[in-house]
């Protein structure tokens, strides 16, 4: 016999919301690494000097991916699923 939880639908909802949330950052952050990363390996390519400033530039969109972590987790404990 197969034991069902029952699940209230704002939870679920606001689950899907949090999944969201995640999601955005990370594509987000991929499309924003994207052109950094191709811009900084020709600037690289150029003047191996400027590999710390382009590192500081590939690292910077990697905050859109912890402001979502950080709303997801706003959202379920907002929902109380966590």
């Known amino acids: 016999m197969v034991n ?12 899907i ?6 999601a955005g950052g990370a594509i ?6 994207s052109g950094i990363g191709s811009a900084g390996l020709g600037l690289i390519a150029e003047k ?10 590939f690292v910077i969109p990697e905050t859109l991916l912890i402001f979502g972590f950080v709303i997801a987790i ?7 699923i966590v």
Not at 7 to 13: K, P
Not at 28 to 33: C, L, M, N
Not at 48 to 57: A, P, Q, S, T, W
């Open 28 to 33: 987000g952050t991929g499309v924003a690494q």
């Open 74 to 80: 706003l959202i379920m404990l907002t929902a109380g």
């Open 48 to 57: 191996k000097e400027n590999l710390g400033i382009v590192l500081l530039f």
């Open 4 to 15: 069902y939880v029952a699940i209230d639908m704002n939870a679920a909802i606001a689950a």
């Open 17 to 22: 919301g949090a999944g969201v949330a995640i």
